[in-house]
């Protein structure tokens, strides 16, 4: 069970919801999480790539 090359594909509008967080977390089949990536929508200048 599982994968070696997951992916996420999502729509989101910084717009709306500019001081928002989105943490992109794993979980394994133990049910253990780790933190992927977090990306701070107050940071995002228009041109920084997320």
Known sequence: MGTTTPKL???YSRKE???T????FVQR?????????TIDFAKINGSEPC
């Not at 967080?21 to 992109?24: E, I």
């Open 9 to 11: 594909i999502f729509n």
């Open 17 to 19: 919801f500019p001081d």
């Open 21 to 24: 967080k989105l943490v992109v």
């Open 29 to 37: 089949p133990d049910g253990t999480r780790t933190e992927l990536k």
